[in-house]
C-alpha cells in the first residue's frame, strides 16, 4: 500500500438550533490518500489481491487515529471511499466494503452494527458525505447524520481517498421518536 497523506478532521458542535449541546458532540474523520492498487491495469476481474494487499492494513492505520481524534467515546461511526477519476467506483467498494477493512474500526470502537458507506468516483476536492449509524443498533434514529468533508488536493486520477469517520453522540437536539413508535 502506497499512502500519499493522511488528514485529520475534528469539529466540536457546541449549539444547534439556537440552544447549547449538552453534553459537547466530537466528531472526528480520518482520511487516506492512497495509489489506487488496480490504477493502470485495465478491467481487473479479480480484485481479491489488491484487497488482500490492501484493506486489512489501511484499516489498521485508519482506525485508531479515528478514535484518538474522537477523544472520547464512540456512540456513531461510518466509511467513505472517493476514487480518482481514472478508476473504478468498485475499486473503492472492494477496500471499505470487506470485514478485512472494517474490523479493525469494530474492534477498536467495540462496535457491533456494519458500518454504513458511501462510495463514489470523483475529483481532487470532491466533497465526502459519510453516512454515520449508532454503532451498536443501526435502528437508533437520533444517531443517523452525515458529516461532510473534503480534502482539497485528494484523489488524483489514479488515488483512492478512504476514510472513517466518528461521533460521540447523535444529532445534536434531535427529537425524533423511536423507531418502534411506528411498528
Same mark, same amino acid.
Given at each position: 500500500?502506497?499512502?500519499?497523506?493522511?488528514?485529520?478532521?475534528?469539529?466540536?458542535?457546541?449549539?444547534?438550533?439556537?440552544?447549547?449541546?449538552?453534553?459537547?458532540?466530537?466528531?472526528?474523520?480520518?482520511?487516506?490518500?492512497?495509489?489506487?492498487?488496480?490504477?493502470?491495469?485495465?478491467?481487473?476481474?479479480?480484485?481479491?489481491?489488491?484487497?488482500?494487499?490492501?484493506?486489512?492494513e489501511l484499516g489498521a492505520v485508519l482506525a485508531p487515529r479515528v478514535m484518538e481524534a474522537l477523544g472520547g467515546t464512540l456512540e456513531a461511526y461510518g466509511k467513505a471511499a472517493i476514487v480518482g477519476l481514472s478508476g473504478?467506483?468498485?475499486?473503492?467498494?472492494?477496500?471499505? +466494503?470487506?470485514?478485512? !477493512?472494517?474490523?479493525?474500526?469494530? #474492534? *477498536?470502537?467495540?462496535?457491533?452494527?456494519? &458500518?454504513? @458507506?458511501?462510495?463514489?468516483?470523483?475529483?481532487?476536492?470532491?466533497?465526502?458525505?459519510?453516512?454515520?449509524?449508532?454503532?451498536?443498533?443501526?435502528?437508533?434514529?437520533? +444517531?443517523?447524520?452525515? !458529516?461532510?468533508?473534503?480534502?482539497? #488536493? *485528494?484523489?488524483?486520477?489514479?488515488?483512492? &481517498?478512504? @476514510?472513517?469517520?466518528?461521533?460521540?453522540?447523535?444529532?445534536?437536539?434531535?427529537?425524533?421518536?423511536?423507531?418502534?413508535?411506528?411498528?
Open positions: 500500500m502506497n499512502i500519499r497523506k493522511i488528514t485529520t478532521v475534528t469539529e466540536e458542535i457546541l449549539a444547534e438550533g439556537g440552544r447549547r449541546t449538552d453534553p459537547v458532540i466530537t466528531v472526528a474523520a480520518v482520511a487516506a490518500v492512497i495509489e489506487n492498487p488496480w490504477h493502470g491495469q485495465g478491467f481487473v476481474e479479480d480484485l481479491g489481491s489488491g484487497i488482500d494487499a490492501t484493506a486489512s473504478e467506483i468498485e475499486h473503492g467498494s472492494a477496500l471499505i +466494503h470487506t470485514l478485512k !477493512f472494517g474490523n479493525h474500526f469494530r #474492534d *477498536a470502537a467495540q462496535a457491533s452494527t456494519l &458500518l454504513p @458507506a458511501v462510495e463514489k468516483r470523483g475529483e481532487a476536492g470532491a466533497v465526502f458525505d459519510i453516512p454515520l449509524k449508532h454503532f451498536t443498533d443501526a435502528t437508533i434514529r437520533s +444517531h443517523h447524520q452525515t !458529516f461532510e468533508w473534503r480534502v482539497a #488536493d *485528494a484523489p488524483h486520477p489514479g488515488e483512492i &481517498l478512504i @476514510a472513517l469517520a466518528g461521533s460521540t453522540g447523535g444529532r445534536p437536539q434531535q427529537r425524533l421518536a423511536s423507531l418502534s413508535t411506528e411498528q
